[in-house]
């Protein structure tokens, strides 16, 4: 289970510091790092474990730990220096308040966060499922526009979109689909058209329909 978490999280982490700059910008210099020991973590085997293999996982954890960490602090500056943005002058304090108050539901906010969830992570069926925080996870597992409840962005491809548009197709598609077969009758055709194909099987074989 470590080693297929392992490689998977490698493989979120490359395709984040591709997307986002602010992320490859600050791990540029691990990134490098974690892609030497990739071939290292994959060719691990549990029944010949060893202890540089140990120091392989060790190191990789390490360094996974310093990209999270140094993308964790980024991000909270960044917000820090937003809010600081908004709340320069007492008019822009009130405004900040006014729009927190108009907009923030905690309720939401704790439904969206899943901020009564216990279990932060929690291992089901030999992978680590983060519980935590579905709204600001990443969909990873599928390329098919599947992901959990509450995901951002929808992932189709490799192409991410968001979770609100996506569904806004899907929706108007699953319309037009159903318009389309209404219009042309496409339901009954299909129904008499597999009636008179197992017809036809039951006339062949001599058994009366």
């Not at 409840?149 to 968001?162: E, I, L, M, N």
Request: glycine share 4%; with cysteine.
């Amino acid at each position: 289970m470590i080693k297929s978490e392992i490689v998977l999280d490698l493989a979120r982490i490359k395709e984040l510091s591709v997307e986002r700059k602010k992320i490859a910008t600050i791990s540029a210099s691990l990134m490098k790092q974690l892609e030497d020991l990739e071939a290292k973590v994959k060719t691990c085997d549990a029944n010949k474990f060893m202890s540089d293999n140990a120091n392989d996982m060790r190191n990789y954890l390490n360094l996974v730990n310093s990209v999270y960490i140094k993308v964790f602090n980024s991000n909270s500056e960044a917000r820090d220096k937003s809010i600081r943005d908004r709340n320069k002058t007492d008019a822009d304090k009130e405004a900040f308040v006014k729009l927190k108050n108009d907009y923030m539901n905690e309720a939401m906010a704790d439904l969206v966060r899943n901020a009564n969830e216990f279990n932060k992570i929690i291992e089901q069926e030999g992978r680590l499922i983060q519980r935590a925080d579905p709204v600001f996870l990443e969909p990873y597992q599928s390329d098919l526009g599947n992901s959990h409840f509450f995901a951002p962005r929808k992932k189709v491809f490799g192409v991410y979109f968001d979770t609100f548009k996506f569904n806004l197709c899907v929706i108007w598609g699953m319309s037009l689909i159903m318009w389309f077969t209404l219009y042309f009758d496409l339901l009954r055709k299909l129904i008499d058209g597999l009636g008179n194909f197992f017809s036809g099987l039951s006339k062949k074989k001599g058994v009366p329909a």
